[in-house]
């Protein structure tokens, strides 16, 4: 395990110095034995060693809110197919509008939901979000999240004492352990569809403990199975595509039953629920610009690829 951390540590220290951004962490859970590892090269002046480093998760908020849920409560979506359309981007809603914090759930409220094709959606992710809590009568915040590790938390919940890295920028200033998502940051309040952050080690273990808890991967697996739509997003993860040739964000050498989701800001979490192994990368990717994807991507797909070919963490889990 010490010498695949070096090399693992060697493989994104060198990738680090093709990007426009200067945090990098990688994260590996063995969910069979529910243990996992971190590599993470922080190239920031002003990150001091003591501090525990948090990033803007961006749109893995969806699946580990949304999705989370109904992992822990799936027979409520069996119920209600207007709740398992908004979790599949399949409700009809637009991807994305400009909104105001005063009419935003009334705006949200106003779509038809009806079945579509696939468009993802945050309108869809914050609809659900309104039902959720109307039909439940709950503040999701507060009684559906439980599981979350205290090291994975929404944004207007951190404080001053830990690290944030630079995502950008916002009315000319930078913008460090604040929201990215524009949308989220007008509404100021918790929401679904981003706004959440965590360290490393805190989603690994947040992960793991709807693992523990829910069986994730057994769940996943099923939606799998029964996936005769051939559906992109199954209780409420993004799936791979590696059809035809095709290679994966995920990277080269993970399986057909592999889920996750990826985040603006150079976010992802890559679960192959066959070799129970996840992964998970966590950058500030939009530091200075966010137009250029081209070397992020390649990023992914090279850590992605490494992990899925060593035999030796895949088999003993």
């Not at 999240?145 to 690290?163: A, G, S, V």
């Not at 990717?285 to 895949?314: C, M, Q, V």
């Amino acid at each position: 395990m010490i010498k695949l951390k070096e090399s693992l540590g060697r493989l994104i220290s060198g990738l680090l110095q093709d990007q426009n951004f200067d945090c990098l962490s990688v994260g590996v859970i063995k969910f069979k034995s529910h243990n996992y590892f971190c590599v993470e090269e922080i190239r920031d002046e002003n990150c001091e060693k003591d501090k525990k480093i948090y990033y803007d998760l961006a749109s893995l908020t969806k699946p580990l809110t949304l999705g989370s849920f109904y992992c822990q409560k799936p027979d409520l979506f069996k119920k209600n197919k207007q709740w398992e359309l908004l979790l599949n981007h399949k409700g009809g809603l637009p991807s994305w509008g400009r909104l105001d914090k005063k009419s935003w759930k009334r705006q949200i409220m106003s779509y038809m939901v009806e079945p579509s094709k696939t468009k993802y959606s945050d309108f869809s992710a914050l609809r659900l979000m309104l039902e959720i809590e109307k039909g439940l009568n709950v503040k999701f915040e507060n009684d559906l999240l439980d599981f979350w590790d205290e090291e994975t938390l929404f944004w207007k919940n951190l404080t001053q004492k830990n690290y944030y890295p630079r995502v950008g920028h916002r009315n000319g200033s930078s913008i460090r352990g604040v929201v990215h998502d524009d949308n989220a940051f007008v509404i100021d309040e918790f929401c679904t569809h981003a706004g959440m952050f965590s360290t490393m080690q805190g989603l690994c273990r947040t992960l793991i403990n709807l693992e523990k808890n829910f069986s994730l991967l057994e769940q996943m697996k099923e939606a799998f199975e029964e996936n005769q739509d051939d559906n992109r997003f199954l209780n409420g993860w993004d799936t791979v595509d590696i059809g035809n040739g095709k290679e994966s964000l995920a990277g080269k050498g993970c399986g057909p039953l592999t889920f996750g989701h990826l985040g603006f800001t150079g976010t992802s979490i890559w679960i192959d629920s066959k070799k129970s192994v996840g992964l998970i990368i966590l950058t500030n990717a939009t530091r200075d610009f966010w137009y250029e994807r081209g070397s992020l991507n390649h990023l992914r797909k090279e850590i992605g690829h490494f992990i899925w070919s060593h035999p030796t963490l895949l088999l003993n889990n």
